[in-house]
């Protein structure tokens, strides 16, 4: 069975610093997804990681995926007050008929602090 | 172009009750997926659905059923409600590889959802 576990589970930062929230998965994975949360919505997709190696970055956010150590990062670069969410990894399982489902990560809730 | 709408918005029910929660796709979009989002956790599968068939299924009892329509919209169906169930319900749809229009990963487009709280 799939096991995606992200760590920290609860992160507080000041506004301005770095930091970066870990992702390790279980099994050998096709891709690999990283997700946003507000409070009461839905998941807004921020990153789609295919290979390894694949680096992504969109503003203060820069993702990663190792698939031979099952590890993805997240690193965000002085960090915002709007960064404040909770962060899922979802890693892609193959079904038989070559379809995705997705297993999700415990998530990590960023807060940024003033 | 409309994103995956889903539908109610919040829902309460009381234990036994039966609900029905209901996903339009994307459009374009021909495939649906459903997860369950309990407070303070990831998204869980519960099922996934093309050509009007049940084709993947996660770790969820019988009580839980679907449909999917010809024009590719779901249902999603709870019998026999348990507080556990209360949670937030989220509908997905991608494109399916072998209509030959996906790209080489078919991501997932999640709805709104649906905050469902059994009292």
């Known amino acids: 069975e799939l096991k995606v576990e992200q760590n920290p589970l609860f992160l507080s930062m000041q506004e301005g610093k770095n930091y970066t929230i870990y992702c390790n998965y279980s099994?050998?994975?096709?891709?690999l997804y990283w997700y946003r949360q507000d409070p009461g919505k839905s998941l807004e997709s921020l990153f789609v990681?295919?290979?390894?190696?694949a680096v992504k970055q969109e503003g203060r956010l820069m993702a990663s995926l190792d698939t031979k150590a099952r590890l993805s990062t997240l690193h965000i670069t002085a960090a915002v007050h709007d960064l404040s969410a909770t962060y899922f990894c979802?890693?892609?399982?193959?079904?038989?008929?070559?379809?995705?489902?997705?297993?999700f990560g415990t998530g990590t809730r960023l807060t940024i602090i003033p | 172009d409309a994103g995956v709408t889903q539908s109610p918005t919040h829902l309460i029910k009381t234990r036994g009750q039966q609900v029905t929660l209901r996903c339009s796709p994307k459009?374009?979009?021909?495939?649906v997926s459903w997860y369950q989002q309990a407070l303070g956790q990831g998204p869980q599968f519960i099922f996934q659905?093309?050509?009007?068939?049940?084709?993947q299924r996660g770790n969820f009892p019988d009580r839980f059923s679907g449909h999917q329509f010809p024009n590719y919209s779901s249902e999603l169906n709870v019998n026999a409600l348990l507080l556990g169930d209360s949670a937030l319900y989220l509908c997905?749809?991608?494109?399916?590889?072998?209509?030959?229009?996906?790209?080489?990963?078919?991501?997932?487009?999640f709805g709104p959802g649906t905050r469902l709280t059994v009292l």
């Open positions: 997905a749809s991608s494109l399916d590889r072998a209509s030959g229009r996906a790209s080489s990963y078919n991501e997932q487009f």
């Open positions: 099994t050998t994975s096709d891709r």
């Open positions: 990681l295919l290979s390894n190696g």
């Open positions: 979802a890693v892609d399982i193959r079904g038989y008929f070559g379809n995705e489902k997705l297993t």
């Open positions: 459009s374009g979009h021909d495939t």
């Open positions: 659905y093309y050509e009007e068939e049940e084709r």
